[in-house]
């Protein structure tokens, strides 16, 4: 745990907050531990939002159903 925490930059205290997923420890934290253990790659995918099904239908569900466009003034269909 004390190697962890040195490679973090951060206290041993700081760690056992992180293990026991205190959301008031900065994401900053977060990334720090997960360098230090090798696994920051992975932090990439929890913001992606090919992984946020609910994300995705919240957004969906926001967009209109149909989009009017309006012609120019002076455009005609027959040119």
């Known amino acids: 745990m004390a190697v962890v925490a040195e490679r973090a930059f951060t206290s041993r205290s700081t760690l056992q ?3 026991a997923g205190d959301t008031r420890v900065s994401i900053g934290i ?3 531990v ?3 253990l090798g696994l920051l790659d992975g932090l ?3 913001a992606d939002i090919v992984n946020d099904s609910v994300g995705q239908a919240l957004a969906s569900a926001e967009l209109p159903r149909h989009v ?3 012609r120019s003034v002076g455009s005609s269909r027959d040119g």
């Open 30 to 32: 977060y990334a720090g």
């Open 17 to 19: 907050r992180v293990e």
């Open 68 to 70: 009017h466009l309006r």
């Open 44 to 46: 990439s995918r929890v």
């Open 34 to 36: 997960l360098q230090a």
